[in-house]
T-cell receptor, first 112, second 114 residues
Framework: GQSLEQPSEVTAVEGAIVQINCTYQ??????LSWYQQHDGGAPTFLSYNALDGLEETGRFSSFLSRSDSYGYLLLQELQMKDSASYFCAVRALNSGNTPLVFGKGTRLSVIA | DAGVTQSPTHLIKTRGQQVTLRCSPISGHKSVSWYQQVLGQGPQFIFQYYEKEERGRGNFPDRFSARQFPNYSSELNVNALLLGDSALYLC?????????????FGPGTRLTVL
C-alpha cells in the first residue's frame, strides 16, 4: 500500500515563502500530485510531478525526488487567500486501475 | 463550463437509515470516483466507475454501493447508516488517464448521521 506523511499545520507570514513537505512509502507510483482545499470547499488540483525535479506554475512550485521518497510544494509571495489545506497524493504503479491515495493534509495559515 | 455537481449539499439522517447521493461529472468525463473525507483527514477512496463499470473499490463495507448511468452521472448509496458515516462525500470526475488522472472534485455532500 501507500503511505504519505505531511506536517499537520504550517503558519507563515503574508509575502513570505513556505514549503510543505510530503514523504511517502510506496513501492512504485506514477507521479506525485498536489491539491488545495479551502475550508468548506472542494479539493482542486494544483500540480503534478511525473519526473524528479521542479515543476513551476506561477507562484506555486512542486518538487519530487523518487530516490529520497520525498516531495514538496513551494508557495511564494504568500497571500491571505492561500490559507487552506494542502494534500499530496499518489497513484500506485499497477497494470490495472489504482485509486489516488491522499495524505492527511497540511493546514496552512497565512498571517499578516 | 459546468463543473462537477453534487446533490444534496447537506443531509441529516439517523442511524440505520439509507442515503443516496448524486453526482454529475464534467461534460466529456466518463470516469467518476467517490471519496469520503472526515474532518482533518484527506479524501479516502470509495469507488471508481468508468463507462458504467466498477473499476475500483476502496476499503469500505458492503453497506456502500454505487452505480453509473449511461449519461455518466453516478449515485452513491449507503445502507444501515452508522454514526461514523458522518463525513463529507466528494465526487470527482476525470478523463481516466491512467498515469495522471487529475481528479475534478464537486462541492461535496455533507452527511450528518444522528
Amino acid at each position: 500500500g501507500q503511505s504519505l506523511e505531511q506536517p499537520s499545520e504550517v503558519t507563515a507570514v503574508e509575502g513570505a515563502i513556505v514549503q510543505i513537505n510530503c514523504t511517502y512509502q510506496t513501492s512504485g507510483f506514477y507521479g506525485l500530485s498536489w491539491y488545495q482545499q479551502h475550508d468548506g470547499g472542494a479539493p482542486t488540483f494544483l500540480s503534478y510531478n511525473a519526473l524528479d525535479g521542479l515543476e513551476e506554475t506561477g507562484r506555486f512550485s512542486s518538487f519530487l525526488s523518487r530516490s529520497d521518497s520525498y516531495g514538496y510544494l513551494l508557495l511564494q509571495e504568500l497571500q491571505m487567500k492561500d490559507s487552506a489545506s494542502y494534500f499530496c497524493a499518489v497513484r500506485a504503479l499497477n497494470s490495472g486501475n489504482t485509486p489516488l491515495v491522499f495524505g492527511k493534509g497540511t493546514r496552512l495559515s497565512v498571517i499578516a | 463550463d459546468a463543473g462537477v455537481t453534487q446533490s444534496p449539499t447537506h443531509l441529516i439522517k439517523t442511524r440505520g437509515q439509507q442515503v443516496t447521493l448524486r453526482c454529475s461529472p464534467i461534460s466529456g468525463h466518463k470516469s467518476v470516483s467517490w471519496y469520503q473525507q472526515v474532518l482533518g483527514q484527506g479524501p479516502q477512496f470509495i469507488f471508481q466507475y468508468y463507462e458504467k463499470e466498477e473499476r475500483g473499490r476502496g476499503n469500505f463495507p458492503d453497506r456502500f454501493s454505487a452505480r453509473q448511468f449511461p449519461n455518466y452521472s453516478s449515485e452513491l448509496n449507503v445502507n444501515a447508516l452508522l454514526l461514523g458515516d458522518s463525513a463529507l462525500y466528494l465526487c470527482a470526475s476525470s478523463l481516466n488517464d491512467r498515469v495522471r488522472d487529475t481528479q475534478y472534485f464537486g462541492p461535496g455532500t455533507r452527511l450528518t448521521v444522528l
